[in-house]
């Protein structure tokens, strides 16, 4: 059963947040914030209205993936013009911040992510979570 709580907080040190999706088209705009704790915090905006999700990771899974986004930071030096993408597809953006460390952010469409293992892995993960924490209402 998932939990809907009150907007998620964006004040946890450590965190890999994944955003997809436009608000007024098909499954909307999906936020979804996994903090080191286990927190994850999902936001689901669309058609003006915003669905809130919580759920809980265990904390390793949480540190194991937070350290998997970290190491998409050799993703930041590609070369964002040689991937065409095709009309209407899935644009990521991914966020990681720890402490101690420069805040990362990547854009990758959906394609990409083929190219892209780690990336790949960690929204398929995120996904996962996501889909537990809204009973399947809210889709990364």
């Not at 939990?3 to 909307?28: F, I, K, M, N, W």
């Not at 669309?46 to 990771?57: L, M, N, P, Q, S």
């Not at 805040?103 to 960690?122: I, P, S």
């Amino acid at each position: 059963m998932s939990e809907q709580t009150s907007a998620p907080s964006r004040g946890s040190r450590d965190a890999v947040v994944v955003e997809v999706g436009v608000e007024v088209l098909e499954h909307g705009h999906v936020r979804a914030e996994l903090d080191g704790d286990g927190r994850l915090a999902v936001t689901k905006t669309f058609e003006g209205k915003a669905e809130y999700f919580a759920g809980r990771v265990d904390p390793g899974r949480a540190h194991e993936l937070l350290d998997q986004a970290t190491e998409l930071r050799s993703l930041t030096g590609r070369e964002e013009a040689e991937y065409r993408p095709v009309p209407d597809e899935a644009q990521y953006l991914i966020d990681v911040r720890r402490e101690g460390s420069p805040y990362l952010e990547l854009r990758l469409w959906d394609g990409e992510l083929e190219r892209h293992e780690n990336a790949k892995e960690l929204v398929e993960a995120l996904r996962s979570e996501v889909d537990r924490a809204s009973d399947g209402q809210a889709v990364l």
